[in-house]
């Protein structure tokens, strides 16, 4: 069975300031991983994913994560925050095998001030 | 494409009485079908998993009498809350894959609030 753990339940920083919110997986099999944004009352939204290939993976709105194997880590980071970033962060794994259903972290809330 | 729709997207229903949310893949078929909880301010948990045709597998903890997942067709899932009680109030959210595909196409979730 997979599990992710997101190691900061909250994350405050200021307007235009670097931001990385942390993600660590465990499986026994090989996963695909993906980082989604919520916003307030609102459905889940893909900000970017890794199935194979190059470990720094881009996504939507500037944000990027780097597929690490050997941590089992997923860190997603953003060079330049917005106010607009403010929002709940999830990170969520599925195995290969088709059908299989994610599995989320118990999410970061970003908090983005000026 | 690939919109899954929810509908409806909030109710409000009283104590022991029973909601129907549907979920609706739009522009593609979804052999499978999830179906997430989520409570406020935490993460959405899995509660089953329904391909077409089939019956659902439910999560451990999840009662499938109260919880009735309905894959009929293609493009079409229905969760039915029977006998909601005020602990049932939550964010359902839906998703759906299409075939191998390893993507998850997700709904914009059902407010489910019971009095």
């Known amino acids: 069975a997979q599990s992710v753990t997101q190691l900061d339940s909250q994350v405050s920083v200021f307007e235009e300031a670097p931001v990385e919110l942390r993600c660590n997986y465990s499986?026994?099999?090989?996963?695909?991983l993906f980082w989604y944004v919520q916003y307030p009352n609102q459905g889940l939204q893909l900000l970017l994913k890794?199935?194979?290939?190059?470990?720094l993976v881009k996504g939507i709105n500037g944000f990027e994560a780097e597929f690490n194997k050997s941590q089992t880590s997923f860190h997603l980071r953003k060079p330049s925050v917005h106010i607009s970033d403010t929002a709940e962060y999830f990170c969520?794994?599925?195995?290969?095998?088709?059908?299989?259903?994610?599995?989320f972290g118990k999410g970061t809330t970003l908090s983005v001030s000026s | 494409g690939a919109v899954v729709s929810q509908h409806p997207s909030w109710v409000i229903c009283k104590s022991g009485t029973s909601v129907k949310i549907e979920c609706r893949s739009l522009?593609?078929?979804?052999?499978?079908m999830f179906w997430y909880r989520q409570f406020p301010k935490q993460s959405l948990m899995l509660m089953a998993t329904?391909?077409?045709?089939?019956?659902?597998?439910?999560e451990q903890g999840v009662e499938k009498d109260k919880f009735l997942i309905n894959h009929a067709s293609l493009t079409l899932s229905t969760l039915t809350v029977t006998s909601a009680h005020p602990e049932d109030s939550s964010f359902y959210i839906c998703?759906?894959?299409?075939?191998?595909?390893?993507?998850?196409?997700f709904g914009p979730g059902t407010r489910l609030t019971v009095t």
């Open positions: 890794y199935l194979s290939g190059s470990t």
């Open positions: 522009d593609f078929q979804a052999t499978t």
């Open positions: 969520a794994v599925s195995e290969y095998q088709a059908g299989t259903a994610l599995i």
């Open positions: 499986s026994s099999v090989s996963v695909y």
């Open positions: 329904s391909n077409e045709g089939s019956k659902a597998t439910y």
């Open positions: 998703s759906a894959r299409s075939g191998s595909n390893y993507e998850q196409y």
